[in-house]
């Protein structure tokens, strides 16, 4: 059973459209992640969301929206894609939001703007 | 927030012992990680300290001097799928923030 799981593992648009990346944990974790990974690999927290409490990563530009439907659920709704959204967007969630438990990350969605 | 810093690169042998070091900067610090992240993969937990000293789990052990903001990921009889790269991560007042990594590259 995937722990953590993201749709669509691929996603190639183009810039301007607006695009959904979802995520679902079967964990019963109470907190869930989105991070986005660039090029160099860089690992950079966007969004952290717990019991509808929303931590946001003042860097992120407000194209970007987390969408929860349910606990399980993470959603990450981007508007007006830009050549520079292109990387690997990974989803993880934690049993709660401290800092100290361990995330499960998701397989990644690689984004491609063209 | 957190200054995270590692090095970019490191090469070692088949069934060498390899060390990691990590040097941190942190407000409210929580803890330190290590993932470690195949390529085209996502990153997987290996260890957690919070407390002074070593955490040893099978070929991997994780050290932490919070005196020093300093941790290191030592590996032994390093294999070739042990070739990824290697995350370092504090945990503070903000969450979680992540080294830019340490790419590792084992030779036969």
């Known amino acids: 059973d995937t722990a953590v799981s993201q749709t669509p593992k691929y996603l190639v648009t183009q810039m301007g459209n607006d695009k959904s990346i979802k995520c679902e944990q079967n964990?019963?974790?109470?907190?869930m992640y989105w991070y986005k990974q660039d090029s160099k690999k860089f690992l950079k927290i966007m969004f952290s969301y717990n019991n509808k409490e929303l931590i946001i990563n003042e860097t992120v530009p407000n194209r970007f929206s987390p969408k929860s439907p349910d606990k399980a659920h993470l959603n990450l709704h981007i508007n007006s894609l830009e050549l520079g959204d292109s990387a690997v967007y990974f989803c993880?969630?934690?049993?709660?939001?401290?800092?100290?438990?361990?995330?499960?990350f998701g397989p990644g969605t690689r984004l491609t703007v063209l | 927030g957190q200054n995270i810093d590692q090095p970019t690169e490191m090469t070692a042998t088949e069934g060498a012992i390899v060390q990691i070091n990590c040097t941190y900067q942190?407000?409210?610090?929580?803890?330190l990680f290590w993932y470690q992240q195949h390529a085209g993969e996502a990153p997987t937990f290996l260890s957690y300290?919070?407390?002074?000293g070593l955490e040893e789990k099978g070929r991997f052990s994780s050290f932490l001097s919070r005196s020093k903001g300093y941790s290191y990921l030592l590996l032994k009889e390093l294999q070739m799928k042990d070739s990824a790269s290697y995350l370092c991560a504090g945990g503070g007042a903000d969450g979680l923030t992540f080294g830019k990594g340490t790419h590792l590259i084992i030779q036969p």
């Open positions: 993880a969630s934690s049993p709660t939001s401290g800092s100290y438990n361990e995330q499960f």
């Open positions: 300290n919070v407390l002074d």
């Open positions: 964990l019963g974790h109470d907190t």
């Open positions: 942190t407000s409210g610090f929580n803890g």
